[in-house]
């Protein structure tokens, strides 16, 4: 380690972990863009290449970038954004329209989107247009400055791609797509999905218009690398104004041995700045150092089991429908079951077992079946449910057996009996 050129000064404890948090909190929060996106550099070099030849030779463009969430398209899309508004003439000229599935859901709301990003509102003002065609070709004459040498490059960035291939006659990727292939104006279209198979959901006529450009980002880091990430996360920078604690900080590094688990499951950095900030919050100065324990329990919390979680919430009831339905999914190999049968497997618990459980109205239990449904631990398998009564619609078990007899061990005063008829359901006498 380098010896930092910095006047040695010592502050107390408390204002050092305070100085600690806050420097890390912003960097796990406010995620500053690297330098250059490690472990994707040919990606990088590809994309900006791409948008460059958009943004300087008014050449038109399509590129999907795909992968998991969490791996690094929006991180690589706006490095790539940056160097590129970096140049003083793109800077001036580029144009980029951010459009996101989740928010412009229909084509309506994503032309009004693309307008106001254009700052064309006064230029569209009342008129009406025959078609989304004619006002998007209205749209990128307005940005017109003479010949289409001279016409301001527009980048069209659409975050989850995917959701805008369910758009009736998938209007908006057509036009945009049938402009990027055409020499109507110099646009680039860049799409981001999680989806492997998304080129699938497109229409023919839309398919035959994007470039099947695709640039693929998946995970490569190696336990090596993602342990160098995390100690650059967690490092204090230079001209921390304590020394002492600067030094003793930077070089507490026993806690690597605890993050495989966490590297095994997920590789992303979202996850990872999740961990570093549950294990952050533990920090104090009785306690100043980040120790093993807290990142264990700090990853004991990230894994959790949400829907484990809401088994123990449930009455003995609901607790006993689902052990009826567990004992059902291992008789029937999985098939779908309906009330009735959960029922009939739960009355024979009551009579042949239970000492503590006792006997409810069929109402109930189908109150408390109904609820099970709401918090989404059963499904329906029939599409169709007007024309069979409830008791009889099939149903499907959302969880595993694991979950069920965790959250068993965890569910406060459950009855012995109930327990034991978990492990060991009522055979037929």
């Not at 960097?27 to 040919?42: A, D, N, W, Y």
């Not at 450009?213 to 160098?228: E, N, T």
């Amino acid at each position: 380690m380098s010896k930092r050129k910095v006047k040695e000064t010592h502050m107390p404890v408390g204002e050092c972990i305070s100085q600690v948090q806050m420097i890390l909190r912003e960097r796990f929060c406010h995620q500053r863009l690297p330098e250059k996106p490690v472990g994707m550099e040919s990606q990088h070099k590809h994309l900006l290449e791409l948008l460059r030849r958009t943004a300087v030779h008014g050449e038109s463009n399509s590129v999907l970038i795909v992968g998991p969430r969490g791996s690094g398209k929006t991180m690589l899309l706006n490095c790539v954004l940056r160097e590129l508004l970096e140049v003083k003439d793109v800077n001036k000229n580029v144009l980029p329209v951010h459009l996101n599935g989740l928010l412009q859901t229909d084509d309506r709301i994503a032309l009004k989107e693309i307008t106001r990003q254009l700052n064309l509102e006064n230029v569209v003002g009342d008129k009406v247009f025959g078609s989304f065609a004619e006002n998007l070709a209205f749209l990128l004459e307005a940005l017109k400055k003479g010949d289409r040498s001279s016409s301001r490059p527009v980048l069209f960035i659409l975050d989850e791609f995917d959701l805008f291939a369910h758009h009736k006659n998938q209007t908006l990727l057509y036009n945009l797509l049938d402009v990027s292939q055409s020499a109507q104006a110099p646009v680039a279209v860049i799409g981001l999905t999680c989806r492997l198979d998304v080129l699938e959901l497109l229409e023919k006529r839309v398919k035959s218009r994007f470039s099947h450009r695709q640039i693929h980002l998946l995970s490569s880091l190696s336990f090596i690398q993602y342990l160098d990430n995390v100690r650059s996360q967690l490092s204090l920078p230079q001209d921390f104004p304590d020394t002492n604690f600067y030094d003793e900080w930077n070089d507490d590094q026993s806690v690597v041995d605890v993050l495989q688990r966490h590297y095994n499951s997920s590789k992303d950095f979202r996850s990872l700045h999740l961990l570093l900030m549950l294990a952050l919050s533990r920090v104090s100065a009785s306690k100043p150092a980040i120790k093993p324990t807290d990142l264990l329990e700090a990853s004991r919390v990230c894994m959790v089991d949400s829907k484990a979680n809401i088994l123990h919430g449930l009455s003995i009831l609901e607790l006993c429908l689902i052990i009826a339905m567990k004992h059902l999914n291992d008789i029937y190999e999985g098939e779908p079951f309906n009330f009735q049968m959960v029922h009939n497997e739960f009355k024979k618990f009551l009579q042949r077992k239970s000492h503590s459980i006792h006997n409810f109205d069929k109402p109930v239990v189908i109150k408390a079946f109904e609820h099970l449904q709401q918090l989404e631990l059963i499904k329906s398998m029939d599409s169709s449910t007007a024309k069979i009564q409830k008791e009889y619609q099939l149903m499907k078990l959302l969880l595993d057996h694991s979950q069920i007899m965790e959250a068993l061990q965890k569910y406060p005063q459950c009855p012995t009996d109930v327990k034991q008829w978990a492990i060991v359901p009522v055979l037929e006498t």
